[in-house]
């Protein structure tokens, strides 16, 4: 679920320009500072754009800022606003005085009155409080060297004095406006110690930004309730040049010794098949504890496939990446017929909606049920009774999806669940299930899309639009 940090917000005062095209910009360095101290920097020259999703930083219905770098074919550089500490502009020109906004920005429970001002003699100030840069064509409000006005509610402010045709550098204040608390109570980032916990089954992960970890949007929420010793891993590549190096990654039950779910994207940057086959590179996850381990010997001659979650034609984008995918970790004992059947198809359906030209990003939730589920108000089992995997691994009796679809086109998420009934050869097939998020998570207890703010999250999983996901392949499987 991403975030808005109130009390980090407080502290921040952000500069950020939405640019239009890399040939309009001016030489100017956009530079962006996480809060675990990793510093990104951008040429403006080097940008396609820049896409505020869900609305401005600081706004209560912001989700992030993705960064489209003009050499990267449309591929965007995510961060969630919860991960920004300060994100400033600098360069270019200066000849009128950038005006001071005052106070400086902060976190208030009640409206506030705002000064801009300049000292430069004759100039015009304008102001926004939506985030975006005025011009003389577009503000909020204007005045001469000096306006005041009132804030009652959250707003970025943004000002700058034109002087004879000549604009100053903009200046920004984040006012916090707030009569409730956190607007993301439920993300990972406010489960109690979630950074030593991810970190410690993570040990060879330690070299990536923390910003590619739990943060990611495709992460539901961690299971660290008393009495569950679950491990996660983060499967990753080095050296093959993406700028988004996460293949997968997924959370382990050590108790059962299964994948409680696998959780990925597919963005620009992954989505390319340069058509480099499968490379069964399979092993075991060595991110998880050595005693509960899924290994080749639990599925030979077991009587069931090695069902891929993430699957190889998932990752088609590099050699490493497609290795990956055959680690067991990554799989779920599956009965053949539904693994080459109704499951493959579904898979395929996912590339096809992750294809769609509106679609810029597809966060991607797979997994068998292992926990109790509950259908029709009764609660069972999620595992078929008296079936492992050559006596260890536990079988699950459903199957399921959580998808959430970005649509760069109309900046807005789309989500859909997706159920379906872990049959055998000698099992009627039962037509795969469509259903909210909502009521996937009803069903299985987890907390899926956690790092959306809470009121986009409501809205985004209690509906299905299926003219949405109908426009990539009809819903019939």
Same mark, same amino acid.
């Given at each position: ?14 500069a ?20 675990n ?19 401005t ?6 989700? #992030? ?26 360069g ?5 005085d ?6 400086s ?14 000292t ?31 804030l ?10 034109i ?51 739990p943060w ?28 988004d ?18 959780c ?28 509960t ?13 090695? #069902? ?21 970790s ?27 030209s ?7 939730v797979?997994?068998?049920t ?10 069972s ?20 999806m ?21 049959y ?42 299926t003219?949405?996901?109908?426009k ?6």
């Amino acid at each position: 679920m991403r975030v808005l940090f109130n009390n980090i917000i407080a502290k921040i005062a952000v500069a950020i320009v939405l640019l239009a095209t890399a040939a309009g910009a001016t030489a100017q360095t956009y530079t962006i500072t996480l809060v675990n101290g990793t510093v990104h920097t951008y040429e403006a020259a080097a940008l396609d754009s820049i896409q505020f999703v869900g609305g401005t930083f600081g706004s209560t219905t912001g989700v #992030g800022v993705k960064v489209y770098p003009s050499a990267n074919s449309g591929h965007s550089v995510e961060f969630l606003y919860s991960q920004i500490s300060s994100l400033v502009i600098s360069g270019g020109a200066i000849t009128v005085d950038t005006p001071t906004i005052s106070p400086s920005g902060g976190n208030y429970t009640a409206a506030q009155s705002v000064t801009v001002a300049t000292t430069t003699a004759g100039a015009t100030v304008y102001y926004t409080t939506d985030g975006t840069t005025p011009s003389a064509s577009n503000y909020t409000g204007r005045g001469s060297t000096t306006v005041t006005f009132t804030l009652n509610s959250s707003a970025v402010v943004k000002a700058i004095a034109i002087y004879n045709g000549t604009s100053s550098a903009s200046a920004s204040a984040t006012f916090t406006i707030t009569t409730s608390g956190d607007n993301n109570t439920n993300r990972n980032t406010n489960i109690a110690g979630w950074a030593s916990l991810f970190k410690k089954n993570n040990s060879s992960s330690a070299g990536i930004d923390s910003n590619w970890q739990p943060w990611r949007l495709e992460f539901p929420r961690l299971k660290t309730e008393s009495g569950h010793s679950n491990s996660w891993s983060v499967q990753y590549t080095t050296g093959d040049g993406l700028d988004d190096p996460i293949c997968y990654s997924l959370e382990w039950d050590n108790s059962l010794m299964a994948t409680r779910w696998v959780c990925y994207q597919f963005n620009p940057c992954n989505i390319v098949d340069n058509n480099v086959g499968r490379n069964e590179s399979w092993g075991e996850d060595t991110n998880l504890p050595s005693a509960t381990r899924s290994k080749a010997s639990h599925y030979s001659s077991s009587g069931f496939s090695r #069902g891929h979650l993430c699957m190889s034609n998932d990752r088609q984008v590099s050699k490493a990446q497609n290795q990956l995918t055959f680690k067991y970790s990554n799989m779920a004992p599956q009965y053949s017929n539904h693994n080459s059947g109704q499951w493959q198809n579904l898979e395929n359906d996912v590339q096809t909606w992750a294809k769609m030209s509106s679609v810029d990003t597809l966060y991607v939730v797979k997994a068998a049920t292992i926990d109790n589920i509950t259908l029709n108000g009764s609660t069972s089992s999620g595992l078929l009774s008296g079936v492992k995997a050559n006596n260890t691994l536990p079988v699950s009796k459903y199957f399921y999806m959580a998808l959430l679809a970005y649509n760069k086109t109309d900046n807005k998420y789309y989500a859909m669940g997706i159920w379906t009934y872990h049959y055998n050869a000698t099992t009627a097939k039962q037509s795969a299930q469509y259903i909210s998020i909502d009521e996937l998570e009803a069903r299985t207890g987890i907390d899926f899309f956690c790092n959306l703010p809470d009121d986009i999250e409501a809205t985004v999983e209690a509906t299905l639009d299926t003219t949405f996901w109908s426009k990539g392949t009809a819903l019939n499987r």
